[in-house]
Each structure stands twice: as structure tokens, then as C-alpha cells.
Antibody, heavy 117, light 110 residues
Framework: EVQLVESGGGLAQPGGSLRLSCVGS????????MNWVRQAPGRGLEWLSY????????YYAPSVEGRFTISRDIARNSLHLQMNSLRSDDTGVYYC??????????WGQGTLVTVSS | VMTQSPLTLPVTLGQPASISCRSS???????????LNWFQQRPGQSPRRLIY???NRESGVPDRFSGSGSGTDFTLKISRVEAEDVGVYYC?????????FGQGTKVEIK
């Protein structure tokens, strides 16, 4: 069974940093592209970032490009999102999702990030 | 840009429902496939993919859900709405960068 468990969320100050992690089980991250998606309170889904199965290419939404960095840890079968220069509008629940047939097919339970002074 | 309509859909239990997703450009990929996805998000839950590649149901998705369409116009249909179908539905194309979700359609029971 595929499982994804996010962690690392919490309270951060504007301008601060957080690093999110997502540990996968039941599959090998080397064989799948992976996504980060977020949802601001009361809002819709916003796709943030994607890393290819070989780790060679990364894509970002304009709202986070230059501030967020997606990466993988093969040894730990995990995905990460380094978030710098945080703003209040970065507040929300952050989901990682495994990509199958060019779309997020399996999702974690999410981790809440709150950016506030 | 993915445009969904309606944004709110009141439905009667047992009746059909239909959600539209339109793109500003053709979604046909260079390999000839169209990677249009539909997601369901029930209240308080993580999103769940229902449909991939326009019309393919994920394992475990009830057959009352169906996807159709081509080019720029796509539709998610629920043949007979059940109480557990309440939530927000999103479309997303997987082969255009950056990826974007539709605005979401909230399905509620009348």
C-alpha cells in the first residue's frame, strides 16, 4: 500500500524558513515524479512544484519560484520542500503527492504551515 | 488556464450532476494523449484523484463517476449523486507547466 506522510509544518515568521518532508512507503521515489500542492485556508488547491523520477528536472509555480526548492533523499525514500522568504500568503496545508499518468495520484494527509509574526 | 463551471452545484440525491472544465488551449500532448485529471476533496480530507487521462477511473472509484471530453472541453459526470459525493471537485492538466488546478466546483445537496 502506498503511503505518504508529511512533516515539518508549523509556525514561521515572515521572511523565515521551513523545510517540509514527505516520507513515502510502498513504492520507490526513484521511479516516480513527485509533487507538492498546497491549500490556503478556505481556498482551492494550488500546485507548487514537481520533481521528475530521475531527479533531473524540477518545475515550480510562479508564486514560489526562487523561494522554494524541491528535492529528494533517495536513501530515506523521501521528498522535501525547502521554503525560504516566507510570506503570510504561504499559510496553508501542504500536501505531497506521487505522480502517476501525469497527475498526482496518491496524496499524504498534509502538514499545516502558518506564517505570522 | 483551466476554467471550471459551475462553481457551486446544488444537486438532489439520486439525480445526475455535471461539471465542466475548459482550457484556453488544446490539451492534447505531443504523444497524442490528453492528461486531464479530476480530483475530489471531501470536507476535512485530502484530495483524491478520481479520473486520469480524461476518462480512466482510479481503482476503487465508483462507476457512477465518468469523465469525457477532448481538445479544450472536458466534463466530469456523476450519474446519481450520493451523500458521500459532497465536496469540491477540481480538474488539472498534467502536461503543461506550471500545472494549474481549476477553481473548484462545490457539490452540495439541495
Amino acid at each position: 500500500e502506498v503511503q505518504l506522510v508529511e512533516s515539518g509544518g508549523g509556525l514561521a515568521q515572515p521572511g523565515g524558513s521551513l523545510r517540509l518532508s514527505c516520507v513515502g512507503s510502498g513504492f520507490d521515489v526513484r521511479n516516480y515524479g513527485m509533487n507538492w500542492v498546497r491549500q490556503a485556508p478556505g481556498r482551492g488547491l494550488e500546485w507548487l512544484s514537481y520533481i521528475t523520477s530521475d531527479g533531473g528536472y524540477t518545475y515550480y509555480a510562479p508564486s514560489v519560484e526562487g523561494r522554494f526548492t524541491i528535492s529528494r533523499d533517495i536513501a530515506r525514500n523521501s521528498l522535501h520542500l525547502q521554503m525560504n522568504s516566507l510570506r503570510s500568503d504561504d499559510t496553508g496545508v501542504y500536501y505531497c503527492a506521487r505522480d502517476v499518468y501525469s497527475g498526482p495520484s496518491d496524496w499524504g494527509q498534509g502538514t499545516l504551515v502558518t506564517v505570522s509574526s | 488556464v483551466m476554467t471550471q463551471s459551475p462553481l457551486t452545484l446544488p444537486v438532489t440525491l439520486g439525480q445526475p450532476a455535471s461539471i465542466s472544465c475548459r482550457s484556453s488551449q488544446s490539451l492534447v500532448s505531443s504523444d497524442g494523449n490528453t492528461y486531464l485529471n479530476w480530483f475530489q476533496q471531501r470536507p476535512g480530507q485530502s484530495p483524491r484523484r478520481l479520473i486520469y487521462k480524461v476518462s480512466n477511473r482510479e481503482s476503487g472509484v465508483p462507476d457512477r463517476f465518468s469523465g469525457s471530453g477532448s481538445g479544450t472541453d472536458f466534463t466530469l459526470k456523476i450519474s446519481r449523486v450520493e451523500a458521500e459525493d459532497v465536496g469540491v471537485y477540481y480538474c488539472m492538466v498534467g502536461t503543461q507547466w506550471p500545472r494549474t488546478f481549476g477553481q473548484g466546483t462545490k457539490v452540495e445537496i439541495k
